[in-house]
């Protein structure tokens, strides 16, 4: 039982990574591997990515979509559970939007993923290496996720970093 952050940038190949992970590890448990996702469709490229993700994953993944309740659908599963949460960015976008106190979700996340009683994977992305964003609102999620990422890094097994389709185990 091993719980897994997986960092990268955009189109770095990370939810591949992951998903890749989470299906040998179910292979060899005899057990069917579960995608929670955070993403919500708001327009076309969206939807279109979604679909995008879904087809990769094909028929032999349980999907739960979460895109505010992440700590419940973590909670929800049964032990031994084979997970993959793509991804933590969005989750963390759905909640600023929503006004959430980001603080207190985060801190129950992290309490969750140290609770959880099975193998997970932890997507999301590497947002702290471009230049400093010009607005408030950009500049604070970018902390906001910085700070999630330490956290989750603390209480994770392992941290990957991907990058081109390649990862590096940072711990």
Partial sequence: MSVTLVLGGARSGKSAHAQRAAEA??????SRPVMI???QAFD???EERIARHQADRGDAWTTLEAPFDLVGALRGLPPGAVVVVDCL???LTNLMLAEKDLSTAAGALVEAV?????????????????V???????????????RLHQALAAAAD??????????????
């Fill in 44 to 46: 076309a490229e969206m």
């Fill in 132 to 146: 400093v964003p010009d607005n408030p609102l950009a500049r604070r999620f970018r902390d906001e996720a910085g």
């Fill in 25 to 30: 590890r179910a292979a060899a448990t005899g």
């Fill in 114 to 130: 140290s609770a959880f009683d099975g193998d997970l994977w932890l997507v999301s992305n590497e947002v702290g290496w471009g």
């Fill in 89 to 91: 960015t969005l989750w």
């Fill in 37 to 39: 996702v955070t993403a």
């Fill in 158 to 171: 392992a941290v990957e970093l991907v990058v081109a389709g390649l990862s590096l185990r940072m711990k």
